[in-house]
């Protein structure tokens, strides 16, 4: 693991510094954004009810089918403009939790901005490997690709994700369809998240942990963004910036944003309005 040893960095310490030290208690609490957020179940509410809203709201490109599987499925919300970019987003809930449905209210900001916005569902752990998952998202981006023109969608993707998704953003950086990407409050190494309470679903192996951590990759020279809330818990913001320095020692494109004040839930909020840091950092990237 790559980990950032800034002596002027006023985020708290990477506790994953001293990894062999801390009991299982200690270990999950890592990576446990629920517990360290008090008012989350506040945010999520508020969230899925939002989104309900929203796709009830925008029912014409709901439920197509990408793929054999339940979540194999994406929401559609194109633009006026067909040529306009799409923001492609991945959801989060550590591979295991989440669908689609619950995060259409954050189409909300780049569709007011003028762009289309794709939710992508995938099937959850344990009935898919986190292998499988990676290869999902490929799928429906082979479909954006190749179906999205019918759909009013022909502008550039750029693909985006939070939490699990940010991890799911970078691995498909390199897929040919996609001109940038936004990754937002990702876990981007594997290896502790096999010792956590995260992986008695997930079952990681020593071989997707090797082709699964963007940290132990080489860097994709495509724009990437990477995002973080600065009350985020320390191990997904040293995560972010050590991948960002992997990128910038390889000259590979893309800024790091943290985002003010915001912790894991919250730092969605800038993709529910037109200006906010995150539609304006999507915008950004097709400068890049």
Known sequence: MVLDFRLDDPTPADPRRRWADLDQAGRD???????????????VEARDEASAAYRAAHPA??????GPGARNALDLYPARDGAAPCLVFLHGGYWQRGARELFACFAEG????????????????PEASLTRIVAE??????????????????????????SAGGLLTAMQ????????????SGVYDLAPIRQTYLDAKLGLTDAEIAA???????????????????????????????????????????????VPGAEHFSVLDALRRPDGILVRAAHALLGA
């Open 212 to 258: 699964l951590s963007p940290l132990r990759l080489p860097a994709v020279g495509k724009p990437l963004c990477i995002a973080y809330g600065t009350r985020e818990l320390p191990a997904l913001v040293h995560d972010a910036r050590n991948l960002h320095a992997l990128r910038a020692a390889a000259h590979a494109p893309g800024p790091l944003l943290p």
């Open 137 to 162: 998202t490929g799928a429906a981006l082979d479909w954006l690709a190749a179906n999205g023109a019918a759909h009013g969608i022909r502008g550039p993707l750029i693909l985006s994700g939070w």
């Open 110 to 125: 780049p569709n007011a901005a003028g762009w289309s916005v794709a939710m992508v569902g995938y099937t959850l752990a």
């Open 61 to 66: 490109g709901l439920d197509i089918t990408y």
């Open 29 to 43: 609490a890592c990576y446990d954004n629920t517990r360290a957020v008090a008012d989350s179940a506040r945010q």
């Open 173 to 184: 950086l390199a897929h040919p369809a996609v001109a940038a990407g936004l990754a937002i």
